[in-house]
Nanobody
Framework: EVQLVQSGAELRNPGASVKVSCKAL????????IDWVRQAPGQGLEWMGR????????KYARNFQDRVTFDADTSTNTAYVELTSLRIEDTAVYYC?????????WGQGTQVTVSV
């Protein structure tokens, strides 16, 4: 069974950084891209970019390319997103997702709250 298990909620001050993890279970980690998506309160889903765990190739959405870094550790089957210089408006639920042979799979989401 394919599962994506994310790390727990985070609270940060503006200007800080946050790193969210996404552990892949039940499939070969290097087989599929991992996409990162976020949803701010009252907003729709916003695509942040993707990583290919096979070669750590990345593609960043234009809105995030200066502040976000993706990584994938094949020894632990875990993908990471790190967002720096956090702003109040970065408060959102962050999701990892993958499209496998059986369909789309989503992590449970990680709440990131940026507050003074």
């Amino acid at each position: 069974e394919v599962q994506l298990v994310q790390s727990g909620a985070e609270l940060r001050n503006p200007g800080a950084s946050v790193k969210v993890s996404c552990k892949a279970l039940g499939y070969i980690f290097t087989s599929y891209y991992i996409d990162w998506v976020r949803q701010a309160p009252g907003q729709g889903l916003e695509w942040m970019g993707r990583i290919d765990p096979e070669n750590n190739g990345t593609k960043y959405a234009r809105n995030f390319q200066d502040r976000v870094t993706f990584d994938a550790d094949t020894s632990t089957n875990t993908a990471y997103v790190e967002l720096t210089s956090l702003r109040i408006e970065d408060t959102a639920v962050y999701y990892c997702t993958t499209r496998g042979r059986g369909g789309d799979y989503w992590g449970q989401g990680t709440q990131v709250t940026v507050s003074v």
